[in-house]
């Protein structure tokens, strides 16, 4: 079992940044491709990025590209997303998640992912 913990999220206006964190624990000693998920309001849950378990391989959403980027540092067990660009519309919550690693970061859905942490809340105002 891997524990999810997301943080950084918060309120931003138009155009603004946010860095969300994930930080996991309890079985972080086998390596997992790591996906960050956001669920608008209203709406299902959508990918957003993810990152291989080496850090080698990333993939996004359409939607995000040129604005998000996913790290991580395996070192501390840590995934963050830099969110650059904020638009009203990527006011959702943001869910951190964990998969096999032999799930290509982009490619997956939901269903692929076998953890997952609680969600914080982003939100943009116009």
């Known amino acids: 079992q891997v524990q999810l913990v997301e943080s950084g999220g918060g309120l931003v206006q138009t155009g603004g940044s946010l860095r969300l964190s994930c930080a996991a624990s309890?079985?972080?000693?086998?390596?997992?491709?790591m996906g960050w998920f956001r669920q608008p309001p209203g709406k299902e849950r959508e990918f957003v990025a993810a990152?291989?378990?080496?850090?080698?391989?990333?993939g996004y959403a359409d939607s995000v590209k040129g604005r998000f980027v996913i790290s991580r540092n395996n070192a501390k067990n840590t995934v963050d997303l830099q969110m650059n660009s904020l638009k009203p519309d990527d006011t959702a919550v943001y869910y951190c998640a964990a998969a096999d690693p032999m799930l290509y970061p982009g490619s997956g859905t939901t269903d692929d992912y076998d953890f997952w942490g609680q969600g914080t809340q982003v939100t943009v105002s116009s």
């Open positions: 990152i291989s378990w080496t850090g080698g391989d990333t």
């Open positions: 309890g079985r972080t000693s086998k390596s997992y491709t």
